[in-house]
C-alpha cells in the first residue's frame, strides 16, 4: 500500500524562506531599475533645460535672469543692476525666474503666453500650471501644491545656481543677473547653472514658476539657491549633503540636494549634466569668473 507523502514543516519554511528571498530579491531589482529610470528622466530634464538656456541666449546675447528684483531691498544687500531689457519696468514686474524665460524653448509656448509679466508670478494661472520638465520624476515633493489666493501653486525640483551664497551675487543665475557667455570666464564647462532641490514638505518654498524667498526677498530658495548659501550674513553656510522628506524647520532649503541615492544632478553652463556626489565642494563650480577651475 501506497503512503502518500506531504511537506514537513521544516520544508514548508525553507520553501517560503527561499520564496521570500526571491520576491526581495526581484523588488530590490524592480526598485533599482526605477531609479535608474528616474535618473535618466531627470538627467534628460536639466539637459533640455540647458538647450534652452542656450537657445535663449541664442536669441538674446545673454542668459535669461536669475530672477528679476527691479525693486531691492533697501535694508539688505543689493543686487546688481538689471541690464537692458529685463530692467524696463513698463514691460516687466518682479520675481519673474530664468524658468519663465525658458518656457518657448521647452514646447511651452502656450503657457508663456499667458503670462501678464507686470504682475507677480503667484497672482495669476501660470504657476498654477503643472511643467512636468520643472519635476524630477524620483522627487515625491514634485507636483506639490500650495494654495494662494485660491490658487494651486505648483512646486518643483530644480533651482537656478545663484553663486555661492545668495549675499555674492557671483552665480549665472543670481538675482538681477543676465549674463552673456563670454564673461564666463572660469569657463562653462566648470560653472554650474541648475542644480537638483527638492520643494520643502508642504511645498511653501519651491514654486516653479517665481517666488519672493527668503530675506532679503531675491528669489533665494524658491527658484534660485547658492551651493553655499546662508540666511544671513554673518551665518553658517550650508553644505552639499542629503536632505529629508519631511522638514518642518525648512533647514534643507538652503542646500542642493536630490532623492536619489548618493547625490544630485547639476546643469553646467555648456549644456552639460552630471551626477554629484554629497560631501562634493560645489564653491568652485558655482562664480562664473571668480578664476575657480576644478
Known amino acids: 500500500m501506497k503512503t502518500r507523502r506531504g511537506f514537513t514543516l521544516i520544508e514548508l519554511l525553507v520553501v517560503i524562506a527561499i520564496v521570500g528571498i526571491l520576491v526581495g530579491l526581484l523588488l530590490a531589482s524592480v526598485q533599482r531599475v526605477r531609479e535608474a529610470a528616474g535618473r535618466v528622466q531627470c538627467r534628460n530634464n536639466l539637459k533640455q533645460m540647458g538647450l534652452a538656456a542656450h537657445h535663449f541666449h541664442n536669441d538674446f546675447g545673454r542668459f535669461p535672469p536669475g530672477v528679476i528684483r527691479n525693486t531691492p531691498n533697501l535694508t539688505g544687500p543689493r543686487p546688481p543692476t538689471l541690464p537692458a531689457p529685463f530692467n524696463d519696468t513698463t514691460r516687466f514686474g518682479e520675481y519673474w525666474p530664468w524658468s519663465v524665460f525658458l518656457l ?113 526677498y531675491y528669489g533665494t530658495a524658491d527658484t534660485i539657491l547658492g551651493v553655499s548659501d546662508r540666511s544671513l550674513p554673518n551665518s553658517e553656510p550650508q553644505t552639499f549633503r542629503p536632505g529629508l522628506t519631511s522638514d518642518p524647520t525648512y533647514s534643507d532649503v538652503w542646500h542642493c540636494w536630490s532623492f536619489h541615492a548618493g547625490g544630485a544632478h547639476f546643469l553646467f553652463a555648456d549644456g552639460s549634466v552630471r551626477f554629484l556626489t554629497y560631501g562634493t565642494d560645489l564653491r568652485p563650480m558655482a562664480t562664473y569668473a571668480a578664476g575657480d577651475v576644478y
Open 104 to 216: 518657448p524653448y521647452l514646447e511651452q509656448q502656450a503657457v508663456y503666453d499667458r503670462v501678464n509679466w507686470l504682475d507677480r508670478p503667484w497672482n495669476q494661472d501660470v504657476g498654477a500650471t503643472l511643467v512636468g520638465m520643472f519635476i524630477c520624476p524620483w522627487d515625491p515633493h514634485g507636483g506639490l501644491t500650495y494654495q494662494l489666493g485660491g490658487r494651486q501653486i505648483y512646486a518643483g525640483s530644480y533651482e537656478g545656481v545663484s553663486g555661492t551664497d545668495q549675499f555674492a551675487y557671483d552665480g549665472v543665475f543670481a538675482a538681477n543677473r543676465a549674463l552673456p557667455i563670454d564673461q564666463v570666464t572660469d569657463g562653462t564647462s566648470n560653472t554650474l547653472m541648475v542644480g537638483e532641490r527638492p520643494a520643502s514638505y508642504n511645498a511653501w518654498y519651491g514654486w516653479w514658476a517665481g517666488g519672493m524667498g527668503e530675506w532679503p
